[in-house]
């Protein structure tokens, strides 16, 4: 009979042999054994829980702000569930492989979730990208917070559906912050358009400097990244400028020796799957996100 139980020292070893089968699908929990060295991580943070049979571990599970699946089956999805169901409805987003995260949600009994985003290809690139990088493109300096974060609260509220700063700005700002110091916020930044004319000043509308090109390393382990937070101005997409700015991305990254760069989009974003087509990405996963 199968059992949930959180991970220990022991099944280190195991868990890090299981990530190192598929990294671009399991890159947030190798970045994660990277900072810890440890499966047993059980923290306010979150939990690495391991579906067992017997004593042996079969499937992982990382329970926190994200639920996220490691080598799982409807079996294990079955197990995790009884305790999540149990434990009651949290705010939080299920994400993984497209087929174990669907039926990971048709077994919570928590109600309709705040979106479904049921079909997102994963892509990853491992090489020179097939187009010239932007030279203008360079890591965000803390002195252009202003001018990063409404670009930022932009993607977001395209991206999810809803505003990061409905609430209140703080929270939000300190993220962008921390991705800024971080040395994870690569942006091109200019109070022209590639053509030459004036930027308008949105979306940062008190200062003539406008970010034309966001792309953010959201996760970040020694082999692969994760890149988040990818953004083009309205006024200068189709020309080019998302091509090649995410070839400079893949360049910086790969120069600073992380061999492999990787996201995922949503299907319906066909110009943005275009674009990373054009860059060099290849598709190695279909992902599925559940937000709650």
Known sequence: MLRLAPLGHRHT???????????CENVYLLALLDVTGT?????????????????????AYWVGGNIIPVNASPETNAVLAAKLNA?????????????????????LGWGRPRGVRERQPLLAIS????????PEVRLATLDQLPTVFPASVDMFTKEVGFSPIEGGESSYLARVRGIIRGGNCFV????????????????????????LFKADIGIRSPRIVQVQGVWVHPDTRNHGLGAAGMAAVVTQTRAAGHPTVSLYANDYNEAALRMYKRVGFDQVGTFATVMY
């Open 87 to 107: 434990d009651g409805r949290s705010s939080c987003s299920l994400i993984g492989r497209r087929e174990i995260i669907m039926d990971l949600d048709s077994r």
């Open 188 to 211: 091109r930044i200019s109070p022209t358009l590639p053509s030459g004319s004036p930027a308008p000043r949105w979306p940062a509308t008190d200062r003539a400097e406008q970010v």
């Open 13 to 23: 070893a195991w868990l890090t042999s299981l990530l190192a089968l598929n990294p």
């Open 127 to 134: 090489s020179d990208p097939d187009v010239a990088p932007d």
């Open 39 to 59: 499966a047993a991580t059980n923290s306010p943070g979150g939990t690495i829980y391991g579906v067992f049979d017997g004593d042996r571990p079969v499937a």
